[in-house]
T-cell receptor
Framework: QQQVKQSPQSLIVQKGGISIINCAYE??????FPWYQQFPGKGPALLIA?????SEKKEGRFTISFNKSAKQFSLHIMDSQPGDSATYFC?????????????FGEGTQLTVNP | KAGVTQTPRYLIKTRGQQVTLSCSPI?????VSWYQQTPGQGLQFLFE???????NKGNFPGRFSGRQFSNSRSEMNVSTLELGDSALYLC????????????FGPGTRLTVL
């Protein structure tokens, strides 16, 4: 019940296109859903996060869509750029049951072709 | 403001040895979490420390341990190293316990031969 399932495993998008990565969870106690971006040789960097009281959050070209009833959330990258090529991880945590502990998805390797 | 720093960045050890990794959180952050990242298992939570006490623990054997000092700096130790312990070990800091927003360091790449 602690798992977070992420898809696709890899994604190739043309420059200017929209990248969409999906995640699903089972634990209804999760109350925080961040997305991290990781470049080779670096640690994950917090990109954007959402809480279950809103259905969408947008920051620049990055948007999280959240569907509480379906227990799913997704990351949309608009106008994808080659510099966005990285591995993206969704995660979830429950402040009440597990403190700051993050449960991560398996990761999506995004390649944006010029 | 400086980010999370981890030392050393790279480490090579042999089976049976032990290793200690260090993490300095963002200034003012008092909670430190450790994660293991491998190609096969992904990112897995090891433990979380706050006020020098372990507050949360993942599903790892007792060979993995940690501690936190009064200045919030943290160390993790792995004893009797196994080949499968080869991984990127990441430290993340947050303001206080239970604050979800976590910031990661660059990691320590451990190779066990």
């Amino acid at each position: 019940q602690q798992q977070v399932k992420q898809s696709p495993q890899s994604l190739i998008v043309q420059k200017g296109g929209i990248s969409i990565i999906n995640c699903a969870y089972e634990n209804t106690a999760f109350d925080y859903f961040p997305w991290y971006q990781q470049f080779p040789g670096k640690g994950p960097a917090l990109l954007i996060a959402i809480r279950p009281d809103v259905s969408e959050k947008k920051e620049g070209r990055f948007t999280i869509s959240f569907n509480k009833s379906a227990k799913q959330f997704s990351l949309h990258i608009m106008d994808s750029q080659p510099g966005d090529s990285a591995t993206y991880f969704c995660a979830a945590s429950s402040k009440e049951t597990s403190g700051s502990r993050l449960t991560f998805g398996e990761g999506t390797q995004l390649t944006v072709n010029p | 403001k400086a980010g999370v720093t981890q030392t050393p960045r790279y480490l090579i050890k042999t089976r049976g040895q032990q290793v200690t990794l260090s993490c300095s959180p963002i200034s003012g952050h008092r909670s430190v979490s450790w994660y293991q990242q491998t190609p096969g298992q992904g990112l897995q939570f090891l433990f979380e420390y706050f006020s020098e006490t372990q507050r949360n623990k993942g599903n790892f054997p007792g060979r993995f341990s940690g501690r936190q000092f009064s200045n919030s700096r943290s160390e993790m130790n792995v004893s009797t190293l196994e080949l499968g312990d080869s991984a990127l070990y990441l430290c993340a800091s947050s303001l206080v316990l239970g604050v979800n927003e976590q910031f990661f360091g660059p990691g320590t790449r451990l190779t066990v031969l």
